[in-house]
């Protein structure tokens, strides 16, 4: 079974540039979240989507910042414009969700972003 | 203060060796526990559920105090194989907050 796809899996832009990441869940999980790794903050949850509506922004750091999740196998993280202490990997996860089971999340592989 | 926070290592054990970790976390209201590992540029992974009545798999044994807001993990009979970074995790309401992990290196 294929699990959580992201792309690309690295990125390297310059400071300026628009940045788009891209996930498509797991099929048939109706939770998905972003999040951001870095060594100084760790791993830290920028925003969820419940069916495709986004509950809680609360993590996204600034405007530049935003996501979308257009159906239920598509997700996009963008950063515009980029700063380079954008720089981290950005993680994909998602949930089958209902209770408990929200907490088993499956992370996809991270797209590692570099801002120059 | 961090919500959750673990002992960040790096552990150095030889091979066969016990090794514990712990993690306390800030909010009581905190709904369920976790063990993740992470692999080197991996993603994280769901290693473990942790109950308060504590639970194990395999070689794995997680316990927690709830009135102490404290959690552990302890690897008996250390692998190579479990070289890793091991994140303590809690549910808040909907959201997984992560402690910045403990890295484990198992030598041989």
């Known amino acids: 079974d294929a699990g959580v796809i992201q792309s690309p899996r690295h990125e390297v832009t310059e400071m300026g540039q628009e940045v788009t990441l891209r996930c498509k869940p797991i099929?048939?999980?109706?939770?998905l979240f972003w999040y951001r790794q870095t060594m100084m903050r760790g791993l830290e949850l920028l925003i969820y989507?419940?069916?495709?509506?986004?509950?809680?922004d609360s993590g996204m750091p600034e405007d530049r910042f935003s996501a979308k999740m257009p159906n239920a196998s598509f997700s996009t993280l963008k950063i515009q414009p980029s700063e380079p202490r954008d720089s981290a990997v950005y993680f994909c996860?998602?949930?089958?969700?209902?209770?408990?089971?929200?907490?088993?999340?499956?992370f996809g592989p991270g797209t590692r972003l570099t801002v120059l | 203060r961090k919500e959750v926070e673990q002992d960040p290592g790096p552990f150095n054990v030889p091979e066969g060796a016990t090794v514990a970790f712990n993690c306390t976390y800030s909010?009581?209201?905190?709904?369920?526990f976790f063990w993740y590992r992470q692999d080197c540029r991996k993603e994280p992974k769901l290693l473990m559920s942790?109950?308060?009545s504590g639970n194990e798999d395999g070689r794995f044994t997680a316990q927690l105090n709830r009135a102490s807001q404290y959690i552990s993990l302890l690897i008996r009979d250390s692998k190579l194989s479990d070289s890793a970074t091991y994140l303590c995790?809690?549910?808040?309401?909907?959201?997984?907050?992560f402690g910045a992990g403990t890295i484990l290196r198992v030598k041989s």
């Open positions: 996860a998602s949930s089958p969700g209902r209770g408990a089971s929200l907490s088993k999340q499956f």
């Open positions: 989507f419940n069916n495709n509506v986004p509950i809680d």
């Open positions: 099929s048939g999980h109706d939770y």
């Open positions: 909010n009581s209201a905190s709904q369920s």
């Open positions: 995790v809690v549910l808040y309401g909907n959201k997984l907050v």
């Open positions: 942790v109950y308060s």
